[in-house]
């Protein structure tokens, strides 16, 4: 049977090298030594086990694409931005909370009678309480879980191995949340998640570091997170077996170009690593992800 990790990337675009772009600084030595892909603009590989393009982020919509319809998009196949006749930053609104919740990868894959899971870590207490006070909403990847009435893993699953934290590492519960956490290396978490594909047909994970690096245009710790965010992809692809296929990919542009602060018109990177990675071949833009990880998991 096939298994699917998405690993999703908030705020990352494809863009050729250059000085804003932390990803010249950084090259991704480790995923492209196993992979052949680095995350700068290049010449597209369309191999049996790997693929690697920029996809459209910005759907045919004017104006440039945002958080709440890029992640609607990349998590249900549906042009979010289309239907509402803009791109919509941040949370979702009513219209696409009801698209997500039916219509979101995690609950149809479930609905079909495949094991699903979310891979992130959650300190609910303290997030339930910011929800119960209304200072943040639910985004699109927790409406998901919702969504498929997945339960949200905790703090302890994260100290039993069993979960990740959105940092990767768990730094910033210990330095910006005061949790006795124990930090785990980019290369421990990259194994958690492929060790995850043994036990459910279909994991997602995320990280918006990249979205919040962009937007304080912190070049220097841009370019760390990215030699993290080597070794940590790097080492998912490395423990990958035969059976499985990971996928990365983002919602807009932001990181690769710190010029500005802001998000961009820049295509995102698709990365398709494994057994079905080719038929990822076919994808053209962000609304064309959750359709072929729900094929592969049907074939």
């Given at each position: 049977?096939?298994?699917?990790?998405?690993?999703?990337?908030?705020?990352?675009?494809?863009?050729?090298?250059?000085?804003?772009?932390?990803?010249?600084?950084?090259?991704?030595?480790?995923t492209?030594?196993?992979?052949?892909?680095?995350?700068?603009k290049?010449?597209?590989?369309?191999?049996?086990?790997?693929?690697?393009?920029?996809?459209?982020?910005?759907?045919?919509?004017?104006?440039?694409?945002?958080?709440?319809?890029?992640?609607?998009?990349?998590?249900?196949?549906?042009?979010?931005?289309?239907?509402?006749?803009?791109?919509?930053?941040?949370?979702?609104?009513?219209?696409?909370?009801?698209?997500?919740?039916?219509?979101?990868?995690?609950?149809?894959?479930?609905?079909?009678?495949?094991?699903?899971?979310?891979?992130?870590?959650?300190?609910?207490?303290?997030?339930?309480?910011?929800?119960?006070?209304?200072?943040?909403?639910?985004?699109?990847?927790?409406?998901?879980?919702?969504g498929?009435?997945?339960?949200?893993?905790?703090?302890?699953?994260?100290?039993?191995?069993?979960?990740?934290?959105?940092?990767?590492?768990?730094?910033?519960?210990?330095?910006?949340?005061?949790?006795?956490?124990?930090?785990?290396?980019?290369?421990?978490?990259?194994?958690?998640?492929?060790?995850?594909?043994?036990?459910?047909?279909?994991?997602?994970?995320?990280?918006?570091?990249?979205?919040?690096?962009?937007?304080?245009?912190?070049?220097?710790?841009?370019?760390s997170?990215?030699?993290?965010?080597?070794?940590?992809?790097?080492?998912?692809?490395?423990?990958?077996?035969d059976?499985?296929?990971?996928?990365?990919?983002?919602?807009?542009?932001?990181?690769?170009?710190?010029?500005?602060?802001?998000?961009?018109?820049?295509?995102?990177?698709?990365?398709?690593?494994?057994k079905?990675?080719?038929?990822?071949?076919?994808?053209?833009?962000?609304?064309?992800?959750?359709?072929?990880?729900?094929s592969?998991?049907?074939?």
């Amino acid at each position: 049977m096939s298994k699917i990790l998405f690993i999703f990337f908030d705020g990352i675009g494809l863009a050729p090298e250059g000085e804003h772009n932390p990803f010249s600084a950084a090259p991704m030595s480790l995923t492209k030594g196993v992979s052949g892909a680095g995350f700068v603009k290049g010449e597209p590989i369309d191999e049996k086990r790997v693929v690697f393009k920029g996809i459209d982020a910005q759907l045919g919509v004017p104006g440039i694409p945002q958080s709440a319809t890029g992640q609607t998009a990349l998590f249900t196949g549906v042009n979010a931005a289309e239907i509402l006749g803009h791109h919509l930053t941040a949370y979702p609104d009513n219209r696409l909370t009801e698209i997500i919740s039916e219509r979101n990868i995690l609950k149809v894959a479930t609905d079909k009678g495949h094991s699903a899971t979310f891979a992130n870590a959650y300190d609910l207490n303290a997030y339930n309480q910011l929800i119960q006070e209304g200072r943040i909403l639910h985004s699109a990847t927790t409406l998901s879980v919702l969504g498929a009435n997945l339960p949200f893993r905790t703090l302890d699953d994260l100290r039993n191995g069993e979960a990740v934290y959105w940092d990767i590492t768990g730094e910033h519960l210990r330095t910006h949340r005061n949790k006795d956490i124990e930090l785990i290396t980019p290369e421990e978490a990259g194994k958690r998640l492929v060790m995850l594909m043994n036990k459910n047909d279909l994991i997602l994970f995320e990280c918006f570091m990249p979205d919040i690096l962009g937007h304080h245009r912190e070049f220097d710790k841009a370019v760390s997170f990215v030699q993290l965010m080597d070794r940590f992809v790097g080492t998912s692809l490395s423990e990958l077996g035969d059976a499985g296929t990971i996928v990365i990919t983002s919602d807009h542009g932001n990181m690769e170009d710190m010029s500005s602060g802001g998000h961009t018109l820049n295509p995102v990177p698709l990365l398709a690593f494994g057994k079905d990675a080719q038929k990822f071949g076919a994808a053209r833009s962000i609304t064309d992800i959750a359709p072929i990880i729900l094929s592969i998991l049907e074939n």
